[in-house]
């Protein structure tokens, strides 16, 4: 980022967000994009109506001084010289108190449009979503406007439009005042008409709105009452607004209904204040504090700090890696220092212009206000809204951010209980307000200070660990003639929706030949830093037995369990391939120098290194995170009802996602579509990309590609961690393609199975996931067939399996009583093939754990198994007990849990079958 870019960020990156956010929350409610432009004009113009008001009263107070001072400057200008005038000239204003400096005070109004109309510029031309789009009497919003074609030559009429409003508005303004002011505000509007002439006519239809209401501004100045008159039309306007949502055209969301209806609402608040104050007598003066400006700037940096950096540094902090793209290096630190930016332009830049441009009472109720919200953002970042589901590296959860009612009202009253002390204490005593100020702006900025430096610190492992994937390429070495051991751990692939995708597409169970599926199949935890090491390790590696090994890290222990295998078939003759395995060295990208002291044992990286089938799908997610981070943070600081709207569906209000959902994608130069991460429309319409399922399903795709068959009788084990299913998509039907844009109402999401069962992908997280584990079994259906082509299946023992099941209601109410347990969780997935089995796809009903995959694997192929780290026997016998003991825990994040044991979490007993609710009992919390 160059200084220029930076200064661009701190002046305009807010304007220009704010035009992208009032935009598309206005587009969510008329469905126009022409109607949208007129909603955003209204809203930027009363937004700026005060400072351009104040703007208005200074250029007034700079023209009757200069009118004042005019005759003695003539008389000194005509009577001296040289030096002579020059020093005459400064005593002359000294006296007069004013600066030749405050001649800029006439050009306060054209230093506040030039900023806005920059922001309107970049956002409106570039949006293209009004391409095509007609309204009114325009054909085209993305394009300049063909009102008038006079013998084939096109007069673009809506500039001049503008331009003549523009110069009637003028003209109104600059009644009685000099040539001088006239010739300037007719020279600024002629140089709009030059400059917009050419532009798209949505843009040009915005800035002829602007100047629509520029000369109603100037005509309401010329009344007697313009205050009253401009409160009885907001009042008229407003009824008439709530008489059409209300009984005319009401919206299909109560949600959306109740929102608009209390908008529209609060325009009569004026009208009724306006009133109520003629009839009764309130004390409205609030003293003057002394410390008012320092609250206010020290508020700012609070503020600042606060969103721009602590709150962002925290979520990168939990985990950098998650946050750089693992084909190429760039620190997420960018991000924060991006954030910072936006931040620093809102709070410490326009806010301040605000302020500045305030009377002296206006700039006391700044500093009030910026005070009462930061004590709210603190609150609601602290305390509410934290149990929102697994956070991805797009910003988006894992579920949508829903509250009760009784949750959304504990949270106003908490924020009126907050404002209300805030207030009183600012009132009471307002030099205690700025050292207490002081106190919290130097805690966020030292909390702030130790994320930043924490993410630098484990950047350097992630950098490293990224340029060795960079450097290696997998290569998967099977035989034709000899012993073949593959293991596939699909991470959160589904058991429950095995019988369901085979039913829909009948030719995986040819592709499958041979391989039993086990329903009936535990894990021994809800996620993976719990349920990995028994799958890599066996029994020895369950959560209860990885607790009861004191005085060993909880890292050591894991890294250990994921060497089992590899060592073992290496220590016996096999050759050895590793890719991914997850958590290695308890890093996000796997540290595979865990291995370096593994003889016959090759580790690789795969993930993101196989999307060249997604190379005319560019997904612009460095952007999309510089704009959803400070985005993240209003969030995380807006009261509860609100921040379902913020959050958008985790588009962060985003134009570009609208515009994508209408089917229209920005290109870059080689053609490729400009995509943003994906966001779902109920059940069957998608637009945008999960970079993170591309990042796993490309390697699914390239398995062929990657195996490396030979003709030698050498044996081979090879086990791949992929991520597919654990990064739901929703996926173009029939053939569950990758596609920018999604449309699958055309189809059911009724989905059946062989014996008759029935069950309906009735929301975006099941149908999401569906499709990415339809999607990962359609990949490994073409290898599985690629190895029969090629010689290499009956010869191969094949494992698929996943560390854990997902929080899904399959079939009906699967959670334990009245606590968090869903046992869907813990439900993993697992198909085996054994040598030269050729039998037809089948079902085993037999109790099965993960932690069976050493044994599986190992089974008949090689004597006397025993764990070549414990010297204990690997083997079964521990599943054969009447009860299981398992592990549920929300603290997943290898960063956060990372002791000698796992943080406190509940314990579960279940006996066979795993799927029956009564089977499973709560034993304890620790």
């Known amino acids: 980022m160059t200084i220029l870019n930076a200064i661009y960020t701190v002046l305009l990156g807010p304007l220009e967000l704010f035009f992208d956010v009032v935009y598309t929350l206005s587009y969510k409610i008329v469905k126009n994009p022409g109607l949208a432009i007129v909603f955003l004009s209204l809203v930027m113009n009363f937004l700026v109506l005060p400072l351009y008001k104040k703007a208005d009263e200074m250029q007034a107070e700079e023209r009757a001084i200069q009118a004042k001072l005019q005759p003695g400057i003539k008389h000194i200008k005509k009577t001296f010289k040289g030096d002579e005038q020059y020093m005459i000239l400064r005593t002359f204003y000294r006296q007069n108190n004013y600066k030749p400096t405050d001649a800029l005070k006439g050009s306060v109004s054209l230093l506040l449009e030039i900023p806005f109309f920059i922001a309107a510029y970049r956002f409106l031309s570039g949006l293209k979503l009004l391409d095509g789009v007609s309204f009114g009497l325009i054909d085209d919003l993305g394009a300049p406007d063909t009102l008038l074609v006079i013998s084939g030559v096109t007069i673009h009429l809506l500039p001049i439009l503008m331009t003549v409003i523009n110069l009637v508005s003028s003209a109104i303004y600059s009644k009685g005042l000099t040539l001088k002011s006239k010739i300037q505000m007719y020279g600024v509007a002629i140089i709009f008409l030059v400059l917009l002439y050419e532009s798209p006519s949505g843009l040009v239809f915005y800035w002829t709105l602007n100047n629509v209401f520029s000369l109603v501004k100037n005509i309401f100045y010329k009344l007697k009452n313009p205050k009253l008159v401009l409160y009885i039309l907001m009042s008229l306007v407003s009824a008439g607004l709530l008489i059409y949502v209300i009984f005319i055209n009401p919206f299909e969301s109560v949600f959306k209904q109740n929102w608009i209806v209390s908008l529209l609402s609060l325009l009569q608040l004026p009208i009724i204040s306006y009133f109520a104050s003629k009839k009764i007598k309130i004390k409205k003066q609030l003293p003057i504090s002394n410390e008012s400006k320092s609250i206010f700037y020290i508020g700012c940096i609070f503020v600042t700090v606060l969103m721009g950096v602590l709150i962002p540094s925290a979520v990168i902090e939990s985990s950098p890696a998650e946050f750089v793209d693992v084909t190429l290096f760039k620190s997420p ?92 204490i600012y009132y009471k005593k307002a030099s205690f307000v700025r050292l207490l100020y002081i106190a919290a702006t130097f805690a966020v900025v030292v909390m702030s200070i130790m994320n930043v430096n924490d993410i630098y ?306 929301s975006e997280k099941i149908v999401t996931h569906y499709h990415a584990n339809m999607a990962s079994f359609i990949q490994l259906g073409k290898w599985l067939n690629f190895l029969k082509e090629k010689g290499a299946y009956d010869n191969t023992r094949i494992i698929i399996v996943s560390d854990h099941g997902a929080d899904i209601l399959f079939f009906g109410n699967h959670k334990y009583k009245d606590l968090e347990l869903n046992i869907a969780y813990l439900n993993p997935l697992l198909l085996v093939k054994d040598f030269d089995s050729n039998s037809a796809f089948q079902t085993d009903l037999t109790f099965m754990t993960n932690a069976d995959v050493p044994t599986i694997a190992s089974s008949g192929i090689i004597k006397n198994v025993t764990n070549p780290f414990t010297g204990e026997k690997i083997n079964s016998n521990e599943k054969n007990v009447p009860v299981q003991k398992v592990f549920y825990s929300r603290k997943w994040q290898v960063t956060e849990n990372n002791g000698d044991k796992f943080l406190p979490g509940h314990w579960y007993t279940v006996s066979a079958p795993v799927y029956e609710l009564d089977n499973w009992s709560y034993v304890e919390t620790k």
């Open 457 to 762: 610190k484990q950047n350097t492992d992630v950098e490293k660990s990224i340029k060795i994937v960079s450097q290696k390429v997998a290569s998967i070495p099977l035989s034709r003639n000899g012993k073949n051991v593959v293991i596939i751990m699909l991470d959160r692939a589904i058991s429950h929706y095995v019988p369901f995708i085979f039913n829909e597409k009948p030719e995986l169970a040819e592709q499958f030949s041979g391989f039993t599926y086990y329903p009936n199949t535990l894990s021994y935890g809800i996620s993976t830093n719990f349920a990995i090491p028994a799958l890599f390790g066996g029994y020895e590696y369950t959560p209860e037995n990885l607790n009861a090994r004191k005085g060993e890290s909880l890292e050591s222990k894991h890294n250990e369990a994921l060497k089992v295998m590899p060592v073992l078939f290496a220590k016996n003759g096999f050759n050895v391939t590793v890719c991914d395995p997850p958590y290695a060295g308890y890093k996000w990208i796997p540290d595979l120098s865990i291995f370096d002291d593994c003889e016959g044992v090759s580790v690789y990286n795969t993930e993101g290194k196989y999307n060249e089938a997604f190379d005319m799908i560019f997904i612009d997610n460095e952007e999309v995170l510089k704009r959803n981070f400070f985005c993240y943070s209003v969030l995380k600081v807006s009261p509860l009802f609100v921040q379902p709207i913020i959050y958008s569906n985790g588009q962060y209000n985003n134009a570009d996602a609208i515009t994508q959902l209408s089917g229209k994608l920005r290109m870059k130069e080689d053609n490729s579509e400009i995509v943003t991460p994906q966001v779902v429309e109920g059940t069957t319409k998608a637009t945008g990309i999960r970079q993170s399922f591309l990042n796993s399903y490309g390697v699914l795709m390239s398995l062929s590609r990657m195996t490396d068959l030979q003709d030698n009788a050498k044996n081979n084990f090879f086990i791949l961690s992929n991520s597919a299913p654990h990064e739901p998509m929703l996926l173009q039907m029939p053939n569950y393609t990758v596609e920018a844009s999604v449309d699958n109402s055309a189809y059911t999401n009724i989905r059946t199975t062989a014996d008759g069962r029935m069950t309906e992908l009735s």
């Open 333 to 424: 630190l960018w991000y924060i220092l991006n954030s910072l930016l936006i931040s620093f332009g809102t709070f410490m830049i326009w806010s301040s212009v605000f302020y500045m441009l305030a009377g002296e009472r206006a700039k006391q109720w700044f500093s009030i206000g910026i005070w009462c919200f930061s004590g709210v953002a603190i609150t609601n970042y602290m305390f509410f809204g934290r149990d929102l589901g697994i956070l991805s590296n797009m910003l988006q959860f894992d579920k949508l951010p829903m509250f009760t009612v009784k949750q959304q009202l504990i949270n106003v009253l908490v924020i009126v209980a907050v404002t209300l002390i805030l207030f009183f």
